[in-house]
């Protein structure tokens, strides 16, 4: 069973909360390999609390202070970070066949080390991606970039889900990358357990249609 890796077109646009909703609606575990910056929490920690009894959150393969790059925070602490660390990690996490729901850190091209790079741990672990994006200005060309990406890599795009509200051009952007829209969550004030399981339930459906 491939695990479905959560990636976005940038830093804050609300993976973690789609990582939790998509967990919740599976009944999936949760791990975000690489934590990079944790002075108010830990992604994992957040997901925890969001999600019930059903999903077991994992610990980091690589848990960084510093909230930057993880190539750079993991440089801060003498830390060289390695796919094959990380893979021998979720072999063991995964050994009980359980859907996983991975989170990464920001986008596609973040670099974990030197020559390696986000979209390069997704290949490695073989896995289905779920595109985050936030509807903001230039969130256009963001996403259309991150699409062409996923495209000219050939990876296993399993569609758009999108956050908040700015204008209304989701349908453009899943009409010019060529993939399709799972879901649209809407702008909340704050998130809270319930908010999480209501949109859960509601994108439940379209997953198991695709999975």
């Given amino acids: 069973m491939k695990p479905i890796f959560i990636t976005g077109i940038g830093t804050g646009v609300g993976k973690t909360v789609v990582a939790a909703i998509v967990a919740e609606a599976l009944g999936a575990d949760y791990w975000k390999p690489v934590q990079a910056g944790f002075a108010e929490g830990t992604d994992g920690m957040w997901v925890r609390s969001m999600t019930s009894d059903q999903t077991k959150v994992y610990p980091e393969a690589y848990k960084l202070a510093m909230a930057a790059s993880p190539h750079i925070a993991a440089r801060a602490e003498g830390i060289n970070i390695h796919l094959s660390t990380i893979i021998e990690f979720f072999s063991v996490i995964s050994a009980n066949r359980k859907r996983f729901v991975i989170e990464g850190a920001g986008g596609l091209m973040v670099p ?91 994108i439940r459906p379209a997953l198991n249609h695709l999975l």
């Fill in 112 to 202: 974990l080390s030197e020559d390696k790079f986000m979209i390069d741990l997704i290949r490695a672990l073989d896995a289905r991606i779920i595109l985050v994006s936030r509807n903001y200005l230039g969130s256009i060309n963001h996403s259309l970039l991150t699409a062409a990406a996923c495209a000219a890599h050939k990876l296993d795009v399993l569609g758009w889900i999108f956050n908040d509200q700015y204008l209304d051009y989701e349908g453009d952007i899943a009409s010019w990358s060529g993939y399709s829209i799972l879901a649209s969550i809407p702008w909340a004030e704050s998130i809270h357990k319930d908010f999480i399981a209501e949109q859960a339930q509601r």
